[in-house]
């Protein structure tokens, strides 16, 4: 009886450290540009030299907090915030929620807008993202360095495409955009029905603005939304042989990319590489953007 009773205890006891371990997880990764955060609508707005940089950086910073609030409301365990714009150090540190863990700078990998993604990572989501470059009616719309549009296997990808196919690479679902109405619709065409936060709606070089204080409860409310029904979402995943062709502004900047291994000249302004391996592919976009 004695040892039985000891037994009893030691399993009392040991049980919620037990309950602890067997804790579902909730890992999100949430990737921050500037261009589609509430309120830009200039160059100026997203440089570092523009005079109202320091507003946008905090309502880039704001909008990541939103994401990150939904996250939390949804149960998330561990959040990574990746600074994805320009410098990578837009973001400022003291004002972002103290539960995330923020990536700043380049490291210079291929991962590149999506570095720190790994297989763990349950969900990503996109905030303050911009459509491709070519797009009519939509705001500050270009594609990496804003001399090339990029094709995935024929499908002429937004930057969000890209960096949606690294995640699909480790496993993981694009759930939720935040920018303009041309990205949100982009996405929605490449990742099927996730959910979007339309912050405003491009009229040539102009926009109508959502209000950021609202732009931020729509954020906070789709990402909580989104990761509470991750059943519905899956990874994109590009087939293999992967394919990727650039097509530059200048067919200077193609003469020099043909000069890579493996690539092909495919036009007067397009350059092609195919690989089995997405990320052997990633490395040939790091060296010919």
Known sequence: MRILYVLVICWILTFPSQAMENQE???????????????????EDVSRNGKDYNLFRRLMTEEANAAVEGAIS???????VRDSHGSARNILPDLLHPEAILL???????????????DTFDAVIFIGYHAREGTSDAVLKHTMTGKINVFINGKDMPEAGINGAIAGYFGVPVVMVAGDS??????KDIFGEIEGVAVKEGIGKAAKMMHPTKAQQMIKQKTT????NLKKFAPLKIQSP???EIRYKDEEDAERASWFPGANRTGERFVSYSHKDLM??????????
């Open 25 to 43: 997880t909730l890992k999100v990764f949430i990737s921050v540009d500037m261009e589609g955060v509430s309120g830009v609508i200039h160059w």
């Open 74 to 80: 949804a149960g998330a365990t561990e959040i990574l």
């Open 104 to 118: 700043r700078d380049w490291s210079g990998g291929p991962l590149d807008m999506m570095e720190g993604i790994d």
């Open 182 to 187: 041309a990205v949100v619709k982009q996405c």
């Open 225 to 228: 939304e989104a990761l509470e």
């Open 242 to 244: 992967v394919t990727m």
């Open 280 to 289: 052997e592919v990633l490395k040939f976009f790091m060296f010919v953007q």
